[in-house]
């Protein structure tokens, strides 16, 4: 069993009662544990602050997990307690009070089942697959894209190369970094099971530059994102050029084009000389009144390259190419989530 509740720390126990030990001696408002069996982790042993005898309906039937509430959750702060005298606990695994709760399909869902939920780690389940999954859940509100109720898909260092838009990570239903991503909206890259589990009718992106993040939401329904962009088509989005400049302070954008949406590419000849501007998640414009060679972007899984061999690694920002906007390239840190 797992308690579907905010974790306060993840540390690495080799077995369930040494996460116990953990609650007493890390955090003095540990009041149970979930421990993740067969896992070699650095992170497999969850504080929690919540009790299942007070919150029964957060216990969720999970084998991955035995779950552990101490006898006395409303202690004092302990003295240190030697690791060779067990504490007294009970197990969700000898002691089973699971109510057979069906897992909900995202974080919103389970905000609007109990409002008082706070930003963390939480358990999902796709309502067609039936595949369980481990989520951060950002349930306050995002400037920019509004209340609260987010499930994180991915995070996207744009100076690091893993979701460039040639990566497989766009395509296929595999994780990059669960247990960064875990950690909430952080600078650790990631992609959760989220990206193709979790049905969504809002998307909110954000991007970091210089310690400024900014968001903006985006109307999209779709039954993951995965299955946006899973087969190369592209697709129209409608946030509006000035929407997407407002999340770098100091982006430029040529005038013209103006093409936004999900899986956009184009691949431009000219003389001896051919540039990309292919990306995931965005917009391209160009200086010319037609879209045949675009040389500025902005948006998420980039790949661009432009005149005399001006090849550029950034993943994620702001660039322009061929001379343009002064060869911008403003490399930002992104973040995608869905309600």
């Given at each position: 069993?797992?308690?579907?509740?905010?974790?306060?720390?993840?540390?690495?126990?080799?077995?369930?009662?040494?996460?116990?030990?953990?609650?007493?001696?890390?955090d003095?408002?540990?009041?149970?544990?979930?421990?993740?069996?067969?896992?070699?982790?650095?992170?497999?042993?969850?504080?929690?602050?919540?009790?299942?005898?007070?919150?029964?309906?957060?216990?969720?039937?999970d084998?991955?997990?035995?779950?552990?509430?101490?006898?006395?959750?409303?202690?004092?702060?302990?003295?240190?307690?030697?690791?060779?005298?067990?504490?007294?606990?009970?197990?969700?695994?000898?002691?089973?009070?699971?109510?057979?709760?069906?897992?909900?399909?995202?974080?919103?869902?389970?905000?609007q089942?109990?409002?008082?939920?706070?930003?963390?780690?939480?358990?999902?389940?796709n309502?067609?697959?039936?595949?369980?999954?481990q989520?951060?859940?950002?349930?306050t509100?995002?400037s920019?894209?509004?209340?609260?109720?987010?499930?994180?898909?991915?995070?996207?260092d744009?100076?690091?190369?893993?979701?460039?838009?040639?990566?497989p990570?766009?395509?296929?239903?595999?994780?990059?970094?669960?247990?960064?991503?875990?950690?909430?909206?952080?600078?650790?890259?990631?992609k959760?099971?989220?990206?193709?589990n979790?049905?969504?009718?809002?998307?909110?992106?954000?991007?970091?530059?210089?310690?400024?993040?900014?968001w903006?939401?985006?109307?999209?329904?779709?039954?993951?994102?995965?299955?946006?962009?899973?087969?190369?088509?592209?697709?129209?989005?409608?946030?509006?050029?000035?929407?997407?400049?407002?999340?770098?302070?100091?982006?430029?954008?040529?005038?013209?084009?103006?093409?936004?949406?999900?899986?956009?590419?184009?691949?431009?000849?000219?003389?001896?000389?051919?540039?990309?501007?292919?990306?995931?998640?965005?917009?391209?414009?160009?200086?010319?009144?037609n879209?045949?060679?675009?040389?500025?972007?902005?948006?998420?899984?980039?790949?661009?390259?432009?005149?005399?061999?001006?090849?550029?690694s950034?993943?994620?920002?702001?660039?322009?190419?061929c001379?343009?906007?002064?060869?911008?390239?403003?490399?930002?840190?992104?973040?995608?989530?869905?309600?």
């Amino acid at each position: 069993h797992r308690l579907n509740t905010t974790v306060i720390k993840y540390v690495h126990a080799d077995f369930g009662v040494q996460c116990v030990l953990l609650c007493l001696n890390e955090d003095k408002s540990c009041r149970s544990t979930n421990f993740r069996k067969a896992s070699n982790s650095d992170k497999n042993c969850e504080l929690l602050r919540d009790v299942h005898s007070e919150k029964p309906d957060l216990l969720l039937e999970d084998v991955q997990f035995d779950h552990y509430q101490l006898l006395d959750p409303n202690r004092k702060p302990p003295e240190p307690v030697s690791t060779s005298t067990p504490p007294q606990i009970t197990s969700t695994t000898q002691k089973s009070s699971s109510t057979n709760q069906t897992l909900l399909s995202s974080c919103k869902e389970l905000l609007q089942r109990n409002r008082s939920l706070s930003n963390g780690v939480y358990q999902l389940q796709n309502t067609d697959s039936l595949e369980q999954y481990q989520v951060y859940c950002h349930m306050t509100e995002l400037s920019g894209c509004g209340q609260g109720g987010w499930t994180l898909l991915m995070k996207v260092d744009g100076n690091k190369n893993e979701f460039s838009y040639s990566s497989p990570y766009w395509t296929n239903k595999e994780t990059y970094a669960v247990e960064d991503g875990l950690e909430g909206l952080n600078e650790k890259q990631t992609k959760l099971a989220s990206y193709w589990n979790t049905p969504f009718n809002k998307m909110c992106f954000g991007m970091k530059v210089n310690g400024a993040i900014k968001w903006i939401a985006l109307n999209y329904t779709t039954n993951s994102l995965h299955s946006v962009i899973e087969d190369g088509i592209f697709k129209k989005t409608t946030v509006g050029k000035e929407a997407w400049k407002s999340l770098i302070e100091g982006s430029s954008l040529q005038e013209y084009c103006n093409v936004e949406g999900f899986n956009i590419r184009g691949v431009y000849t000219h003389d001896m000389w051919q540039w990309n501007m292919n990306i995931r998640i965005g917009l391209v414009a160009n200086q010319e009144d037609n879209c045949v060679s675009c040389d500025s972007c902005i948006g998420f899984g980039t790949s661009v390259s432009g005149c005399e061999n001006d090849v550029r690694s950034t993943t994620c920002g702001n660039m322009a190419v061929c001379g343009q906007l002064s060869n911008k390239n403003m490399a930002a840190f992104g973040y995608i989530l869905v309600q």
